[in-house]
């Protein structure tokens, strides 16, 4: 993949691509049949910019994009940034107690969707994401350092922060990935399902498809067997996806599996650990690996990937792109030591003293939060980013857990990712939770909640016996509760908050 330029705003990757292959299609939706071209979809974001601007978008101003993964949000997206604005990508679906919030916090001046003005405070503007008319192209300058997006994360651990991703963050994040071989080329067509109001599908999915000149076929929604027949259909060679989307995957037959991924070259996932029975489900009927990759909406937002290492490695998010460095560190930050070359697994959880934060620096970090800037990167470049990880004898990051979620019993710690993998082992477990909760006697209990598989019949007993099996007596939870479903985030992220 040829380097991506970071002279140039983030709306510049939208002209390139129409100069350098105006016919080709860019968009594909699925559900609609709609097609784009680089040409046609250049042409629908001028004419939405000039639209922005008439109606009184100055400079910096906040548009949020309530709008579906399909052509509309692409070209809102690039149309706000060509105007001049500062694109808010929230959540269509998102209902009122949560979107007016949001709307208040970012100061937004208009709302592009589909609906009229439902829903919106007094004072917001709303617009259709489309307009018509001719005229001169539109591009207010904005790059560098201005704010391009401002990304709200997905409140997994507390309320949601407005992240500032500038023009330079998100260059050069797409910069770094163009380094990694064969993640995406020119003539891939690329599969998203994804939200493309999460940072993941929208930087190394819409962005790096634009910066490559890829085609996109954008799905809406994901249902496993409508989406292998939108592969076969549409000829998909690489798909940009998460845990949950590969989960359904594998439980679909060999054979099915197979046709429908027959056209593609390339899978990657992030935003979730990927468990590596389902690596080997997918592996083992078609021959295919799923890359993982580790990010944040901070870093605009890859920071690690399995394509990297140069092949998929079980429990491993893989080592950092190039131009990100990464480090472990203590909790204050003194440390850049801690975390290297543990023997075993084990080891780590039980050892204390080989797990640290992980610290991140690259040109791809934001702004600080939104409106002030603050808890950004410190004076040297480095964010911590709250997550527990150490590394292997061959460099390659282990995710152990979000710092938040630590659970601490009697003063001993407990990482809740490594008691759900030990309850995930068992055959009748198709989803399990570890979260702590107030105990009087030790501080904080732990307690699992389980998700059976379809059919399975499984107990309290089962479940404890498992984990006495496998678990020092202090990790294993005070408290097992069933469920049909646990939460997630878009993107498939457990929200262990909701769960507390």
């Not at 001993?412 to 030990?422: D, L, R, S």
């Amino acid at each position: 993949m040829d380097r991506i330029s970071t002279a140039h705003g983030v709306a510049g990757l939208l002209a390139d691509a129409a100069a350098r292959c105006p016919d080709r299609t860019a968009i594909t939706e699925t559900g609609t049949g709609t097609t784009l071209t680089w040409q046609e979809l250049d042409e629908a974001a001028h004419a939405q910019a000039r639209r922005l601007v008439e109606a009184g978008l100055a400079p910096g101003d906040r548009v949020a994009l309530r709008l579906p993964t399909s052509a509309d949000f692409a070209l809102a997206l690039f149309a706000v940034l060509r105007a001049g604005g500062i694109a808010v990508p929230l959540s269509p679906q998102a209902p009122v107690p949560e979107l007016h919030p949001l709307l208040a916090h970012s100061g937004t001046r208009f709302v592009l969707q589909r609906e009229a003005e439902a829903d919106l405070p007094e004072g917001i503007t709303a617009l259709p994401p489309r307009a018509d008319g001719e005229g001169d192209p539109v591009d207010a300058g904005r790059r560098g350092e201005d704010i391009a997006v401002i990304s709200y994360t997905s409140g997994t651990t507390g309320p949601p922060r407005g992240v500032q991703l500038s023009h330079r963050a998100l260059l050069a994040n797409l910069d770094q990935l163009a380094q990694v071989d064969g993640l995406l080329e020119a003539d891939d067509r690329l599969l998203i399902s994804i939200p493309l109001f999460h940072v993941y599908g929208l930087g190394p999915g819409l962005l790096l498809a634009t910066a490559q000149g890829a085609s996109l076929v954008l799905s809406e929604r994901f249902e496993p067997r409508r989406t292998l027949e939108d592969c076969l259909e549409h000829g998909v060679t690489a798909i940009a996806g998460v845990p949950t989307m590969y989960n359904e995957f594998a439980a679909l037959g060999p054979d099915e599996l197979r046709r429908g991924l027959g056209t593609v070259r390339r899978m990657t996932s992030g935003a979730a650990p990927l468990h590596p029975k389902v690596l080997t489900a997918i592996r083992e009927a078609t021959g295919l690996d799923v890359y993982e990759g580790y990010g944040l909406t901070e870093s605009a937002p890859v920071v690690t990937s399995t394509l990297v290492t140069g092949y998929p490695k079980p429990g491993s998010v893989g080592r950092p792109l190039p131009g990100v460095e990464l480090r472990l560190v203590a909790s204050d930050g003194t440390s850049d030591e801690v975390g290297l070359d543990p023997d075993e697994v084990d080891d780590v959880f039980e050892a204390g003293g080989e797990t640290g934060l992980v610290s991140i620096r690259g040109a791809n970090l934001f702004s600080g939060y939104w409106p002030d800037g603050a808890h950004g990167p410190d004076e040297e470049g480095w964010f911590r980013t709250g997550d527990v990880g150490y590394l292997d004898s061959d460099g390659d990051l282990h995710l152990v857990d979000r710092a938040n979620d630590l659970i601490i019993v009697n003063g001993f710690n407990v990482f809740p990712h490594e008691v759900e993998e030990v309850i995930s082992q068992l055959p009748e477990v198709a989803e399990v939770a570890v979260v702590g909760v107030v105990d009087e006697r030790s501080g904080e209990a732990v307690k699992a909640v389980v998700v059976p598989a379809d059919g399975a019949a499984l107990s309290h007993q089962q479940v404890a016996d498992q984990c006495v099996a496998h678990l020092a007596g202090y990790k294993v939870p005070h408290t097992v509760e069933f469920a049909e479903t646990l939460p997630h985030s878009a993107t498939g992220k457990l929200r262990r908050l909701k769960l507390r």
